[in-house]
DNA sequence: AACTCACTCAACCGCCTGGCT
DNA sequence: GAGCCAGGCGGTTGAGTGAGT
């Protein structure tokens, strides 16, 4: 008999995340924060448990996550640190501000292992200095008695030539107004802690469970429709099209803290 | 248009680890 | 030291999607 799981699964959610428990799920840790995970579905109202809650937060929700394809720079550094490391990716992740292991893991396995062993077959282009795109993997050619301690200085390295780079390329991006992609949901988030930027505390935001209701409700017809006409992956203007349905149907239900929101600055990505 | 295939990536599963009693 | 528990981690899965036929 295998062991037993995590915790009990009956009724739970599985599976893909909708925007109502994404919602709700910021709204809590961003109120309450996330000490106890197993505790959290219950309090937050969510038919999820605490590992799935944990890692929605950590690989999705979490405000300082970056979106978008990886750069070459990145990519570079996970083959080095993967040379050194082996699957280590939470080890990986932690030198590239922004990234999971898990979004690492799936470059690795979709990408990077394939360009590899594609290399490897031939010797010539690893070699190449030419190619902007070769991997110096020599240079980290070190004895295995020192190799951790080596590790170690090659992480703090690229950590602090990586958080420079990430400053760089947030302080750029966020100033880019017609950058919807550029600013995504946990962009939105992270700028409620940004009081001088935006004046929505989200922290101070209480939402009732008679609201909930409302939300997912209206929100259901509101994401089926925007689906049916964002055919192709475009930006979906979700929490606008949500606070349009709030207001019209629900507004003396609406707490003022949420009535007051200026959904404007905010795009989700879907 | 319908079908198949390959690919991507979010999410799940189960083991490991460390802290607490 | 043993047992329990929660969080963390790495491997794996499967739904969704796009390309090709």
Redesign the pocket.
Known sequence: M??A??CS?VGL?????TPQEDLRLITYIQKYG???????PKLAGLK?????C???W???LRPDIKRGNFTQEEEETIIKLHNKLG?????IASCLPGRT???I???W???LR?RLSSKEQSPKSINATTDSSSLELEKFEIPVENEMDISSLLIEDLTSSHIEETKNAEKSACSNSDSISAFTFSDAVNSFEDADKYPLDITDMIIEPELWEEIEQKDKEAISHDREENK??EVIDWLQQLERELMKDANDQIDPFLRDLNFDDFKIIF
């Open positions: 295998g062991r799981p995590c699964k959610n599985k599976g893909a995340w996330h000490s106890n995970w197993r505790a959290l999820r448990c605490g590992k799935s944990r890692l929605r950590i690989n999705y699957n280590k990716w939470s080890k292991d898990n979004e893991k799936n470059v396995n979709t990408h394939k192709g992956g």
